[in-house]
């Protein structure tokens, strides 16, 4: 059994008790869901989900509890509403910006703290490009690469996450300031990620690809797409928290671009919702990426700042905490006007 909220309301306060509930404790409230199981599907409402049984029940527990902010040294990252985490790659052939702030740290970190004075809760720095393709970094360059603009960043209170695959890199990260790891293999592609990640206690980014060992971008057959990336993600969190991880320290990501069509891509976006299911805040990373090209004439990636847009509002309707974005002010400006349309809206 599957379950996706539907049916969202503006005004709670206008519905009777228990008939509506608050989406992971963020600022969306819904009055039913989608149920799938066994190949049907039916719309449930929110007050009669606990009598389909102990996983509906689990289910439903998981998409009201509110997700609690992550205490991070000085600096706090809330789940309350949606946020922002400002893409700064340090490499030479990153698919979007590579090249712009390689060899120079200062610079690179400039930009850095740029992006979070327009207001990015998080800076998430990558030394290696994980486009299709893309040559592997060794670790010791990634890790000259990143740990000098992270030292910097944190030294200048801004708050950090290294975006790496490698054991080496998150140690040498994490030593340099950062607070979070963001690893597209979910943990899988270094055998030593976990053991890192559990000792440090700090949280981690997991995302979902068909083949983290290998890369993340290979091809798959999916019957289902939501459905079973959303099992893929609990099947590895039941992993990490078994290995010392807890489970309040995870995020998850769908892996949009990942070993996915345009068509899986689309269906993932739309059944965005279901992954509170899993009772992790979630992260989308859209921003700028192949899917915007191929429904907008193939626009190339310095030409998608509307559809980048489109997608992080698109996140924020379902309930997204973290949106992974290259182009921070004018992704700000949309979410401070959808917030005051919900400010609005909830008003009366």
């Known amino acids: 059994m599957h379950l996706r909220p539907v049916h969202f309301v ?46 509906a029940t689990a289910l439903h527990a998981r998409f009201v509890a509110a997700r609690p902010a992550l205490e991070l040294g000085e600096r706090t990252l809330r789940f309350d509403q949606p946020v922002v985490a400002a893409i700064l790659n340090i490499t030479p052939d990153s698919f979007s910006d590579g090249g712009t702030h390689r060899d120079d740290p200062a610079a690179a970190a400039a930009a850095g703290m740029e992006m979070a004075g327009a207001g990015a809760a998080l800076i998430d720095v990558g030394g290696e490009s994980t486009r299709p393709g893309a040559a592997a ?40 300031g950062a ?31 068909p083949d983290p060992e290998k890369g993340g971008h290979g091809a798959a057959a999916y019957r289902n797409v939501a459905m079973e990336v959303f099992d893929w993600l609990d099947a590895r969190i039941d992993a990490l928290t ?30 965005l919702a279901m992954f509170h ?50 182009d921070v002010p004018e ?3 949309a979410l401070r006007v959808w917030r005051g349309l919900r400010d609005r809206a909830f008003g009366g």
């Open 331 to 333: 992704t700000l400006q």
């Open 137 to 176: 970094v060794w670790e010791e360059d990634e890790a000259a690469r990143v740990v000098p603009v992270i030292d910097r960043l944190a030294r200048a209170g801004a708050l950090v996450s290294i975006d790496t695959r490698k054991a080496l890199v998150m140690e040498r990260a994490l030593s340099a």
């Open 242 to 271: 078994a290995a010392g991880i807890d489970r309040s320290r995870i995020i998850v990501d769908p892996g949009i671009g990942f070993g996915k069509s345009l068509q899986d891509n689309l269906a993932l976006i739309n059944a």
């Open 10 to 55: 503006d005004a709670p306060f206008a519905y009777d008790d228990g008939a509506v509930a608050r989406l992971a404790g963020g600022m969306q409230w819904f009055a039913a869901y989608e149920v799938q199981d066994a190949g049907t599907k039916r719309i449930v409402p929110v007050a009669e989900i606990e009598r389909l049984g102990a996983r």
């Open 179 to 209: 607070a979070i790891v963001n690893d597209v293999s979910a943990l899988l592609w270094d055998k030593r990620a976990v053991e890192v990640v559990a000792r440090a206690g700090c949280p981690v980014i997991v995302m979902h690809s």
């Open 277 to 326: 299911g899993l009772g992790c805040p979630i992260m989308l990373g859209a921003s700028r990426k192949r899917l915007i090209g191929a429904l907008s004439n193939e626009a190339p990636v310095g030409e998608r700042l509307g559809g980048s847009v489109a997608l992080a509002l698109k996140g924020a309707e379902a309930g997204v905490q973290l949106l992974r974005v290259h």
